[in-house]
Nanobody, 115 residues
Framework: QVQLVESGGGLVHAGGSLRLSCAAS????????MGWFRQAPGKQRELVAA???????NYADSVKGRFTISRDNAKNMVYLQMNSLKPEDTAVYYC?????????WGQGTQVTVSS
């Protein structure tokens, strides 16, 4: 089993910044993709950003140029630096890891951006 623990969510004014962190632990023998998804009220969960073990990244068009994903392979951690936040970024953010040939999800952390 793999456990994911997120931190770093909160309330911020529009234009502000937040940094999310996610730590993976447990019986890990292989981690491939790590990433972040988000789900706003009444909407489907969507990919925000993902990063492979080799450092290749993928971003949703809505966050390109504002968010940066990074990871520390030695520590099994993934980060999401969010700048120039907008009210439409308000959502529960979920850490996702594809490890041991399975998908794992964190419990979610709330990000609220006030206008």
């Amino acid at each position: 089993q793999v456990q994911l623990v997120e931190s770093g969510g909160g309330l911020v004014h529009a234009g502000g910044s937040l940094r999310l962190s996610c730590a993976a632990s447990g019986s890990i023998f292989s981690i491939n993709v790590m990433g972040w998804f988000r789900q706003a009220p009444g909407k489907q969960r969507e990919l925000v950003a993902a990063i492979t073990t080799g450092g290749s990244t993928n971003y949703a068009d809505s966050v390109k140029g504002r968010f940066t994903i990074s990871r520390d392979n030695a520590k099994n951690m993934v980060y999401l630096q969010m700048n120039s936040l907008k009210p439409e970024d308000t959502a529960v953010y979920y850490c996702h890891v594809y490890a041991n040939y399975n998908n794992y999800w964190g419990q979610g952390t709330q990000v609220t951006v006030s206008s």
